[in-house]
């Protein structure tokens, strides 16, 4: 099993729908938790980082987690075509330099205009 | 701009060739990543550096090497030993080693055997 689980798509919607981003992850130990945006043949970018439970809002986009559950969301409102792209979930548990972070394989996302 | 550099954008290997991949860092980070990316599989780990003069070796690192002389740079090549080295590459560096607010990643570079 997989550290770190995330549903790889694709995923369309059509335009100004909200879009909802999941990944379920089994170390209890994780504490930092990040949302990337990589569009095609790009690098990822940090879109967002959680630090523990709660919510996050960043303009259209909310990140959530439930470490209760481990499972982390992000929401994107008012969605648009150039939302379309892969979202990777990350996280760490930040203990020391030893403790990497560990990707999700992405979710596509594609926004229908 | 302070960002990270990667060159060339593409590369084609023929077998039996070395690579190596550049990965250039203006932003005074001491840790840098050397990812691997294929369908379906996410970001492997290949290599890091916590510092300058020191690497470890990540998650798939057989057929790949590393040096990290300069803080600024940290190249990867890639030997004729790695069997299936076509992919994407992403170089990433963060503040220090303990990244808990994520890394900052180069453009990347795809490479093809032919």
């Known amino acids: 099993q997989k550290e770190v689980e995330q549903d790889p798509g694709p995923l369309s919607v059509p335009e100004g729908a909200i879009v909802s981003l999941n990944c379920t992850y089994s170390?209890?130990?994780?504490?930092?938790f990040m949302w990337y945006r990589q569009y095609s043949r790009k690098g990822p970018e940090l879109l967002m980082y959680?630090?523990?439970?709660g919510n996050k809002e960043d303009g259209r986009f909310t990140a959530q987690v439930d470490k209760s559950s481990k499972y982390i969301s992000l929401f994107i409102r008012d969605s648009q075509p150039s939302d379309s792209a892969t979202y990777l979930c990350a996280m760490s548990s930040g203990y020391s330099s030893a403790s990497k972070i560990i990707f999700g394989s992405g979710t596509r996302l594609s926004i229908r205009p | 701009d302070g960002g990270i550099t990667q060159s060339p954008k593409y590369l084609f290997r023929k077998e039996g060739q070395n690579v190596t991949l550049s990965c250039e860092q203006n932003?005074?980070?001491?840790?840098m990543y050397w990812y691997r990316q294929d369908p379906g599989q996410g970001l492997r780990l290949i290599y890091y550096s916590q510092i300058v003069n020191d690497f470890q070796k990540g998650d798939i690192a057989e057929g790949y090497s590393v040096s990290r002389e300069k803080k600024e740079s940290f190249p990867l090549t890639v030997t004729s030993a790695q069997k299936n080295p076509t992919a994407f590459y992403l170089c990433?560096?963060?503040?220090?080693?303990?990244?808990?607010?994520?890394?900052?990643f180069g453009s990347g570079t795809r490479l093809t055997v032919v």
């Open positions: 990433a560096s963060s503040p220090q080693a303990e990244a808990n607010y994520g890394y900052t």
């Open positions: 170390n209890s130990a994780f504490q930092y």
């Open positions: 932003l005074n980070h001491d840790a």
């Open positions: 959680t630090y523990s439970s």
